[in-house]
């Protein structure tokens, strides 16, 4: 007897895009120059009618040796190399090459008019937890680091083990991070802290290069969701109405995200559920939140939901998953997977 056995081969991996026709999540985004954009769990800062996009640098691997690296562009499709803004050897020693700097996010402060760019730091095997805080003259940089430290100490009932006595020591840790800058010319940064189990928010000091002090619950910061290991924060706000997304805790591997609103900054909070719907939402299509990105030009209540999908085991290989989506008022928000666009698919959105 022959058995004749059929040969199934493998799929082709999607061409990689450089962004001339149209958005396509989780397929290899290359920048105007034909290489691959270096930007992962970053952020978006408006300047003028150009956008900088900041994010990690993941070239030679894991732990983003080579540091922050920043793209420009006025359509947000084709993306300049502005080249590393932060090497990874301007860092401390101990968050460089097996060290991590991670989550860049940039805002401008008007009175001193500096681009200030907050991160997460941490050193070899994630035991450190600090923020850095870097600022420069223009968006293309160069940043300087000026701050690293650990913004809040506050004693949620500290336990016996190293990490928590480090705590206890210097500050609660703070990992996954984000900055909001709001209407009133305060900013924020939200960040994961306690050994990554409750969510901080703090007001930032009025050069944005520390938090406000003196520090006081309730008025200069807050606890959110406390025990609910929430990471990965995105925030954002619309007429007035805070909104968050962050993701839960699952490593590398992509779980269902959760959005959370308010009316004070501080809060309350009020946890919604899901953003996302359809295939995929229980994985957030098989990426995790890192920047909501208004597009006014698009429409008012008009943004961009920023995500990574990671790939844990090669993560220069990582890609980027930009959705759009439009809030409407007194209506859950909803991001669908849609698997190629451009900003004309704002017209359809805002339409329904």
């Known amino acids: ?148 430290f650990r913004p809040i100490g506050y004693d949620y009932g500290y336990g016996a083990d190293s990490a928590q006595l480090r705590e206890r020591e210097l500050g609660n840790t703070f990992r996954d991070m984000a900055l909001l800058a709001d209407d009133d010319g305060r900013a924020y940064v939200f960040y994961a802290s306690e050994s990554n189990r409750t969510m901080y928010v703090s007001r930032l000091s009025d050069d944005y290069t520390d938090v406000a002090r003196p520090i006081v619950e309730g008025r200069t910061w807050a606890r959110l969701f406390p025990d609910a290991r929430r990471e990965a924060p995105a925030p954002f706000k619309v007429d007035g109405t805070y909104y968050l997304i962050t993701s839960g805790q699952s490593g590398w591997d992509p779980n269902p995200a959760r959005y959370h609103v308010a009316e004070r900054v501080l809060g309350p909070w009020r946890t919604v559920g899901n953003p996302a719907v359809g295939p995929d939402s229980a994985t957030t299509f098989r990426s995790q939140s890192a920047f909501v990105l208004p597009v006014p030009s698009a429409c008012a209540r008009c943004f961009v939901f920023m995500a990574d999908r990671w790939e844990p085991r090669a993560l220069e290989r990582s890609t980027y998953v930009w959705l759009p989506f439009v809030v409407r008022p007194g209506e859950p928000l909803r991001i669908e997977l849609v698997p190629r666009w451009d900003l004309g698919a704002f017209r359809a959105l805002a339409a329904r």
């Not at 962004?19 to 691959?36: K, L, N, S, Y």
């Not at 408006?46 to 420009?72: D, F, P, Q």
């Not at 500096?114 to 941490?122: I, K, N």
């Open 1 to 148: 007897m022959i058995v004749l056995l059929a040969c199934h081969r493998a799929p082709p991996p999607p061409t990689p895009v450089d962004g001339r026709d149209a958005f396509v999540p989780g397929v290899e985004w290359r920048d105007t120059d034909g290489a691959p954009i270096e930007a992962h769990g970053g952020g978006v800062l408006r300047v003028g009618r150009r956008y900088y996009w900041y994010g990690e640098n993941h070239r030679l691997g894991g732990g983003n040796k080579t540091g922050i690296s920043a793209y420009s562009s006025t359509d947000l499709l084709h993306w300049k190399n502005e080249g590393v803004v932060l090497p990874k050897d301007s860092l401390p020693e101990r968050f460089r090459d097996r060290g991590v700097a991670e989550r860049p996010k940039v805002i401008y402060e008007r009175r001193t008019k500096r681009y200030v760019m907050w991160m997460h730091l941490d050193a070899n095997r994630y035991s450190d937890a600090s923020a850095g805080v870097a600022v420069s003259a223009s968006p293309n940089g160069p940043f300087r680091l000026v701050r690293v």
